[in-house]
């Protein structure tokens, strides 16, 4: 093979677009943007599919948040002393309503 044959600019040509196809596989593997041929960039096509997954992730996390201040407050009512306290006086009045049923 001479230095300034075609065979060797063959091979260079060969090396050069085997780098290329290497650089692009694992930047695409790894969830880098894509070059195009002029350098511009390409984003991943499931962008838009990771934007409407984030969005549904903050709306579960405030509906999660409202949940558990909703559960704090309910645990707060059961465990307070007037809770059980009206239902001991509720216990309480039963056998009266039933004796006065019959």
């Not at 307070?80 to 004796?99: C, H, M, V």
Request: aromatic share 6%; glycine share 8%.
């Amino acid at each position: 093979m001479q230095w300034g044959g075609p065979d060797f600019v063959l091979v260079i040509v060969g090396i050069c677009t085997g780098g290329w196809v290497l650089n692009t596989w694992i930047r695409a593997r790894h969830g880098y943007a894509l070059e195009d041929e002029w350098g511009g960039k390409t984003e991943r096509a499931d962008h838009a599919a990771a934007a409407r997954l984030a969005e549904e992730n903050a709306q579960l996390r405030a509906r999660l948040e409202a949940l558990e201040n909703r559960t704090a407050s309910l645990e707060t009512i059961v465990t307070d002393t007037g809770y059980t306290t009206a239902a001991q006086i509720e216990s309480l009045r039963a056998p009266l309503q039933k004796a006065a049923s019959q």
